[in-house]
């Protein structure tokens, strides 16, 4: 039996949602599950006023880039080193994305990098907190005050991840989660927008529905998308939020049991957050130069054991290979990184299986 890196944990309470929106007949994009999970959810992460759910993570960032009228002419700073979903949302747009550095202690954001690369032409920032930690926001707040910029904060890979006790996405103007069957929280494919400014906000709700003046009318007066999350995935979604501190106290443990079989190990660094408290969503390793790390997910998968390498830096994509971009920190490591199985449904037999496999080739 293959363990996953990843799979989504699901109960018999999704499934009764999940029963309960289908037998109404709401199965579209209204219906009460759609209001619960984003109250549910905002009332989760500390927010002021619900999210607003929407298809999936990437039209997430697209909504909140177009909500803060980014166009043709402007820059949007974002780390080289993370998901493409972040480049191509400002692309979707007609702005620019300028590729900055990420820590090798954490590889998160480094703040410094993207403020050498700031210009006339620059209006956001996109913050992704990556893999198991949060990135040094009051830094990037301190930044985006002394040059009048907008921050996003991308927490698809950061549900449950706080500093100094505050869930991440609440520094940043807008906020952005996913819900891919991959997430901390799933409702299969998903996504939900937070934003300060009630202007903001109710500028993007306004946009997922296809720029419908009235709710209920067939008057239009912009141009919108049809972004819209359906009833029966806020279904599952809301009944994932109600788990959701016991997914995460799962995840703590088997990050735990990781640590303690792998940290004695010099051919292993097993990344932990220098900021905030982290939820550990996806279990992160930066391998030695002495291992070959195509050789060593090989090794693993012939046990039955999934992995995957970390993220191809963007600017090595061949549609970005001519944009501006400044990371060396993250290029000397990038090929080391490796996420190995972290899902909450792992049982403490499979982590005793990935750490054996993992000390026995670095024998």
Known sequence: MTIPVYEPDLSNLEEEFLLDAYRSNWISSRGKYIELFEKSFGD??????PGLCVSNGTVALHLALVGLGVGIGDEVLVPNFTYIACANAVTYTGAQPVFFDSNIQDLQPNPESAESLITKRTKVIIIPHLYFAAADMSKFREIANRHNLFLIEDCAEAIGTRIDGKHVGLVGDLATFSFYG???ITTGEGGMVFAKDIEIYEKIRKLKGQGQKTPG????????FNYRMTNIQAAV?????LRIEEILAKKKANHQKYYEGLHSNPNYFVYE????ESAYWMETLLISRNLDRKKLQQFLLDQGIETRPGFTLLSKMPMYLSHTYHSPQIESLVDSVLNIPSSSKLTDRDIETVVSALNRFSL
Not at 44 to 49: A, D, L, M
Not at 237 to 241: E, H, I
Not at 273 to 276: M, W, Y
């Open 44 to 49: 989760f992460i500390g927010s002021p006023r």
């Open 237 to 241: 979604g809301y009944g994932q939020t």
């Open 217 to 224: 009318s067939f008057f239009h007066d912009v141009v919108g």
């Open 182 to 184: 991959n997430k901390t």
């Open 273 to 276: 957050p220098i900021f905030g």
